[in-house]
């Protein structure tokens, strides 16, 4: 079985973890002797496999049409929309892209340009809008939560990441990742919810988890939900 080895100065014990887009990433302390790894990963070897095998379930779930590098649909449960992505090959050099006036549908006018190439710049096009589309939809929604429940953020901003949903800074500032989109409305509610609260603890203090469940009592079903998020995901937007 084939894994990445990443060293963590912080790390204190062995970490295995099975990504969607790196494979099996082991997470080693800085001192571990490495000649363990391969005892380690025979012992795990069936919990891998299990985990593999449900991802390609979760990954076999979703529409085929919604996962490719060039999909023909764009669905955002977090927000209720659906759009569609419209291809056309024209004689010109650089990728055109626009929102129809229903704002459903993409529209990406695509250059003369090897298909790998034009795969790159379509997926890295379509993330860009999805940025924008995440800072547009989620902005109201948290400063709507913010006073329904009498708390303040400093500012927002939108990222593309992997692994991290959301962040607060001790001042306030909260950072939510855009793929919270492709997230059930409550799901994503739950990471609004969570980060609102560390505006009053930094922390993971009972006195945080106290108050986040008081806004969101099934805020444990709503992360285990968001665990089994990353799977499903498109390519085009994994390619990062």
């Known amino acids: 079985m084939s ?19 790196e494979g099996v990433v082991v997470t080693v302390p800085k001192r571990f002797d490495q000649r363990q790894l391969p005892a380690l ?18 990954r076999a779930a979703r529409n ?8 023909a649909r764009i669905e955002l449960p977090a927000v209720d929309e659906q759009w569609t992505v419209d291809y056309q090959h024209e004689p010109r050099s650089r990728l055109g892209f626009a929102v129809d006036a229903d704002r459903s549908q ?6 003369e340009a090897p298909e790998t190439e034009l795969d790159a710049r379509i997926a890295e096009r379509l993330r860009r809008w999805l940025l924008d589309h995440a800072r547009f939809c989620l902005e109201p929604r948290l400063e709507a939560l913010a006073r329904e429940h009498g708390l303040c953020f400093s500012r ?7 692994r991290r949903w ?5 001042s306030g500032a909260i950072s939510l990742n855009a793929r919270l989109l492709m997230a059930s409305p409550a799901a994503c509610r739950y990471v609004l919810i969570h980060e609102l609260a560390h505006t009053v603890h930094l922390d993971h203090s009972p006195a945080f988890w106290n108050l986040v469940a008081r806004l969101d009592p099934d805020h444990r079903a ?3 939900e968001l665990k089994q998020l990353g799977p499903q995901l498109p390519d085009w937007l994994q390619a990062c």
């Open 222 to 224: 709503h992360e285990a």
């Open 106 to 111: 993409l529209c990406l006018r695509l250059p």
């Open 156 to 162: 927002l901003s939108v990222r593309n990441q992997r």
């Open 166 to 170: 959301g962040s607060c800074s001790a």
């Open 41 to 58: 990963m025979a012992e795990r070897h069936a919990w891998i496999e299990a985990v593999q095998a449900r991802h390609a379930s979760l």
């Open 3 to 21: 894994y990445t080895i990443k060293t963590h100065p912080r790390a204190r014990h062995v970490r295995l973890r099975v990504d969607p887009v």
């Open 64 to 71: 085929a049409d919604t996962l490719g590098v060039r999909p």
